[in-house]
């Protein structure tokens, strides 16, 4: 995969970075963040970065030796990509996805060597997939209920997304470069689909290899709020939640362990599936219909408080109260039920 052209990279802000010594400190880092940061060296000292430093394939022999007898799932891409895995002219995908044990996928990434050829395996559940892999490289982040993923292959450009949870990057083996934009830039990243996607999150249509400027012109305002970093082994980056962010594996095999959190109980539902109930209910109303809803759900969902029910009994404000476990199961059950019909 070639370098990125450093002209685009070059001028962009830098993440900031923060001196972290203590579990205590990283907690009072997160809890006050209010953008990304990285921390050089937070997890240098594990096992799995100490053998990546020492070659490649000694990463993937640690890797091996804690890995379950199981299929992974893979993504391979097509030659002369350019390291994307994205879509195709058709607006499918230009990799194909497989299973695989994983002494065979590292196998093949041995026969590759430094070929350009996309090799990604991605989100791999390491309490699922390993034994014993987490526990000798975690990063401690206290009364957090992680998601715990590693992320493996060769050199890769993932399109910028973004995620729901917060999550906390930690780069294993090799070298990343991650470009962010704050979460109100979506209008300027030129977004495709939301269902059709390569991995579950809307992605930005720009190559940022190269930047076509007149089919994507408010790409430069985009350009002009991004914060980029090139992380080492060893390094970390926290990416907050509904952040964008551009991901490249830079050299020929990449390792990157990550932890999703949320700070909302697990009970309640996720946005995008209302997104996506909007789009089905109310996208293509007429213009006057939309206007209606959109007070509506100002008023019982972005607006909220004491003018929904300061008039309605307080024991009989059922879904309007704050939520808990229970009335949000009711409200999940309703509309399973009416969606089923």
């Given at each position: ?34 953008g990304p940061f990285i ?303």
């Amino acid at each position: 995969m070639a370098e990125a052209d450093p002209g685009i990279f070059a001028t962009l802000a830098r993440i900031q970075e923060v001196a972290i010594d203590t579990p205590a400190a990283l907690d009072a880092q997160l809890r006050a963040a209010k953008g990304p940061f990285i921390v050089r060296g937070l997890v240098a000292d594990w096992p799995l970065v100490q053998a990546g430093r020492r070659s490649a394939r000694d990463a993937r022999d640690y890797i091996l030796r804690r890995r379950r007898d199981r299929p992974f799932t893979v993504s391979v891409g097509e030659p002369g990509s350019d390291g994307r895995l994205f879509y195709d002219a058709a607006m499918g995908m230009n990799f194909r996805t497989t299973r695989a044990k994983l002494p065979d996928i590292f196998a093949k990434i041995d026969a590759l060597g430094d070929d350009a050829l996309p090799v990604y395996l991605a989100s791999i559940d390491l309490h699922e997939f390993f034994d014993g892999l987490h526990e000798a490289n975690h990063v401690d982040l206290g009364d957090r209920v992680t998601l715990n993923s590693i992320w493996m292959g060769t050199r890769t450009r993932i399109a910028a997304h973004n995620d729901i949870p917060d999550n906390l990057a930690c780069v294993a083996v090799g070298r990343r470069r991650f470009t962010l934009f704050p979460h109100e830039q979506f209008r300027n990243l030129y977004l495709g689909p939301v269902d059709n996607t390569p991995a579950g999150r809307a992605v930005s249509m720009v190559d940022f290899h190269s930047p076509d400027l007149v089919a994507h012109p408010r790409f430069a305002d985009a350009l002009a709020h991004a914060q980029v970093a090139e992380l080492d082994a060893g390094d970390a980056l926290y990416i907050p939640a509904m952040w964008w962010h551009h991901v490249e594996g830079i050299d020929p095999f990449n390792v990157l362990v990550n932890y999703w959190w949320r700070e909302t109980p697990r009970w309640l539902g996720q946005p995008q599936d209302a997104l996506n109930h909007a789009i089905l209910a109310i996208r293509d109303l007429p213009d006057d219909a939309k206007a209606r809803w959109r007070d509506l759900f100002d008023y019982y969902v972005f607006e909220g408080g004491n003018q929904v029910t300061a008039h309605i009994p307080e024991e009989g404000r059922s879904i309007l109260a704050p939520l808990n476990p229970e009335t949000a199961g009711r409200i999940r059950a309703f509309l399973l039920r009416q969606l089923s019909q």
